[in-house]
């Protein structure tokens, strides 16, 4: 009897340990928050990154048919390395495709990112008709809490500068 009670325990405390990650996976607030900016035809993004990592890959999805938009290698552009890319702009990566941008933007555009050398990534799916009536300030981008600056997208990471912390 008290093995079964104790077994029943260490199955309650473990299905309960496995919740608490799941939710702590899936909760926003733990997530970190890209941004887009929509300026008529163009299409700027900005991802999370530290001073001492590059940018290596951008690909965007329409996320309602999950289907490849464009995806694109290796920016050639400062910005671009420090995560501020214009989409289908061909000319500032190594490598674009398609480099003309579609005619209509999906409702749902999904984009992720990859850092240079696969050193991890992430991504964020934009409601393209919010952010479009949204009048995003000059030098900010639309993001889910809000207008952010690329400096305050990137405080969002616990960078370390020349081993040390950021302040």
């Not at 899936?26 to 590059?54: M, N």
């Not at 920016?75 to 209509?104: H, I």
Request: glycine share 10%; aromatic share 8%.
């Amino acid at each position: 009897m008290l093995l079964g009670s104790v077994l029943g325990l260490t199955v309650l405390a473990a299905a309960g340990m496995w919740m608490y990650f799941v939710y702590r996976l899936s909760d926003p607030a733990t997530s970190l928050l890209y941004g887009i900016r929509i300026d008529g035809s163009r299409v700027s993004v900005k991802a999370p990154i530290c001073p001492t990592d590059k940018l290596g890959t951008v690909e965007v999805y329409n996320s309602d048919s999950e289907k490849l938009v464009w995806r694109a290698n290796r920016p050639k552009t400062p910005e671009g390395e420090r995560g501020m890319v214009t989409l289908w702009k061909a000319d500032d990566f190594l490598k674009a495709s398609p480099e003309t941008q579609p005619r209509t933007l999906p409702t749902y555009l999904d984009v992720s990112v990859i850092y240079a050398g696969g050193e991890g990534g992430g991504g964020d799916v934009f409601d393209v008709r919010k952010v479009k009536a949204a009048r995003v300030p000059t030098g900010q981008y639309w993001t889910h809490d809000g207008f952010k600056t690329a400096t305050q997208i990137d405080a969002q990471l616990k960078c370390r500068s020349a081993g040390k912390p950021s302040p």
